[in-house]
């Protein structure tokens, strides 16, 4: 079962804003991750943030973590067309599997 | 550099019909190797996954299975394909040394059951 649900299911910005989706998670988890996933294509890693840490950077990606609510946040700052796609949180527990919720689709207006 | 292969891209099938799907990862050893299925529109469900050779975890009940011949090849199959079986197919490894719970996927395969 799908344990993290992303919050828009769709997002449609113009280029140059920022972007931020919400990711929600049932239960206690060792690190939180995101992807994205380009219309047709497999998913690629954008960042890993372990359950110890509360904000992460990676470019124009900034991914915070907070475990007394069981959320993250992923943020991409002055968004560009090809940033347009699917984003996924994973969660990930010490058990080799991640649990992928249904993502949100973003799309960057030129 | 790691990579991984996924063959074919795209699979027309009729109900009822077999089915092999593979996947193969170059540049490393003894990976975790998984299968996900990817409905339109929706999330990943992982339906098996594998930590050695001729270690497999089914995480779906369903007419699907999954094995391992050798360290790198992992093979989905089926020997009667339902029309809820269409989907895309995406393998994954992990277990790099540096990021160990970072997952790395396949171009994936769009697989249409008629």
């Known amino acids: 079962s799908q344990q993290g649900e992303e919050d828009p299911q769709a997002l449609s910005i113009q280029e140059g804003e920022n972007a931020t989706m919400n990711c929600s998670y049932k239960?206690?988890?060792?690190?939180l991750q995101w992807y994205r996933q380009n219309s047709g294509r497999g998913l690629v890693h954008l960042i890993l943030i372990r359950s110890n840490e509360r904000e992460k950077h990676s470019g124009r990606l900034r991914v915070t973590l907070d475990t007394s609510k069981k959320s993250s946040s992923l943020l991409i700052t002055a968004s560009r067309a090809a940033d347009t796609a699917s984003y996924f949180c994973a969660t990930g527990l010490n058990d080799y599997k991640l649990s992928f919720g249904a993502g949100t689709t973003v799309t960057v207006r030129a | 550099s790691q990579t991984i292969h996924q063959w074919p891209a795209t699979l027309v099938q009729p109900v009822g019909s077999p089915l092999s799907l593979e996947c193969t990862v170059e540049?490393?050893?003894?990976?975790?190797l998984y299968w996900y299925r990817q409905a339109a529109g929706r999330g990943l469900q992982l339906l098996f996954y594998s930590v050695g050779i001729g270690q497999i975890s089914s995480e779906v009940p369903q007419n699907l299975s999954a094995s391992r011949p050798q360290d790198r090849q992992f093979i989905l199959s089926s020997k009667k394909l339902l029309l809820s079986d269409s989907g895309f197919y995406l393998c994954?490894?992990?277990?790099?040394?540096?990021?160990?719970?970072?997952?790395?996927f396949g171009p994936g395969t769009r697989l249409t059951v008629l």
């Open positions: 994954a490894w992990s277990g790099d040394g540096a990021t160990p719970d970072t997952q790395y």
């Open positions: 239960t206690s988890i060792n690190n």
């Open positions: 540049g490393t050893s003894n990976p975790n």
